[in-house]
């Protein structure tokens, strides 16, 4: 059998879908943080398999600017789910409905 | 080879994901997390993305999960959740469904999208240049390589350097700046603030059963 750029997508959508799926099912805020940033990562894998694939550096370029992003993105939530847990103890994603105005 | 190294990644990938929705201790979810971001920066490898390689180990599998870790123990949340209720009834069938139909449609898609390969034009502005074989190669045939090529063999950092500091310099800026914000957007919600906060009103427990959640709504009502 021979390696293609299909086999790369299919486990980059497994990946996507199995991140989703935690999103989804996980209340503990830090473990649906996580998933967010599985489903990042899978992404970031289909971006390189078709910057291989079609031999153009963009898609690493795009693999860079993502992981700047992702990292701000978990820099900005942990701090917001630390102010959260600091006021409330053993706060899961629903209790946050109280942000509602 | 490629294929083998693929097939092993992408089971440990596949495991890592799996771990991390299923473990209840959120430490371990989070070392599953490692496991699947490691696989993940093999097939980087893989595919000749170095750089992306070793910036994966370093920044995710380094930095962001040990962030996640020392918050969760900063927290003291590290006990394990109690998975075998399930919050809010049917939550779970509709999120595997919803999985599921993510994966099925994707699969599809790239299946007929994506037949035998990836569609598209070769990129003519950013043209990636194989480092491991041009490396590799002797000096005549790397010669011989730039001229078809019409760009110059270069490691793949050194593409990517070039590339960012010049066609996507802007971005980069921007970037920085984004960095900046996100520093600064930290430090503000993570500070301990003057003075003591009001405590967050208690949400009462959804209760099936239905005859305990009211007198907590009337308590709560009589507290405001």
């Known amino acids: 059998m ?11 959508a497994i ?5 989703a799926t935690g999103l989804l099912v996980r209340r503990n805020p830090l473990i649906m943080f996580m998933c967010v940033e599985l489903m ?10 078709f910057g291989n694939d079609l031999n153009d550096l963009g898609g690493e370029i795009s693999v860079f600017f993502v992981l700047v992003v992702a990292a701000a993105e978990v820099v900005v939530g942990l701090a917001i789910i630390v ?19 | 080879m490629e294929l083998v190294v693929f097939l092993i990644a992408g089971a440990l990938a596949i495991i890592g994901a799996l771990g991390l929705i299923g473990f209840r201790n959120p ?7 490692v496991l699947s971001l490691f696989a993940v920066a093999i097939l980087f490898l893989n595919q000749d993305a170095q750089f992306l390689a070793a910036v994966q180990v370093i920044v995710y599998a380094g930095a962001i999960v040990v962030l996640f870790l020392f918050v969760i123990m900063l927290l003291g949340v590290d006990q394990a959740e109690d998975l075998s209720v399930e919050p809010i009834t ?6 595997l469904a919803i999985g599921a139909a993510v994966l099925v449609l994707s699969v599809l ?7 035998g390969g990836a569609t598209g034009l070769e990129s003519v502005t950013a043209t990636k240049v194989d480092s491991i074989t041009t490396t590799t190669q002797s000096a005549t045939d790397a010669l011989a390589d730039d001229q078809t090529d019409g760009t110059e063999a270069l490691p793949n950092i050194e593409q990517l350097g070039r590339s960012l500091f010049t066609d996507y310099v802007f971005a980069f800026e921007v970037t920085a700046l984004l960095l900046t914000i996100a520093v600064v957007g930290a430090v503000l919600l993570a500070r301990k603030p003057k003075g003591e906060l009001a405590p967050m009103p208690e949400i009462p427990v959804p209760d099936t059963s ?11 009502m009589e507290d405001a």
């Open chain 2, 90 to 95: 049917g939550q779970r069938p509709i999120a």
């Open chain 1, 83 to 101: 102010a959260i847990m600091r006021r409330r103890n053993e706060a899961t994603a629903d209790d946050l409905s109280v942000l509602r105005g």
């Open chain 2, 210 to 220: 239905g005859a305990a959640s009211s007198p907590d709504e009337t308590e709560e």
């Open chain 1, 40 to 49: 990042l990562n899978a992404v970031n894998l289909t971006f390189v398999t």
């Open chain 2, 27 to 33: 430490v371990h979810s989070a070392l599953s997390l």
């Open chain 1, 2 to 12: 021979e390696l293609t750029s299909t086999w790369y997508l299919v486990l980059a």
């Open chain 2, 109 to 115: 898609f790239i299946s007929v999208a994506a037949d």
């Open chain 1, 15 to 19: 990946l996507f879908a199995l991140g």
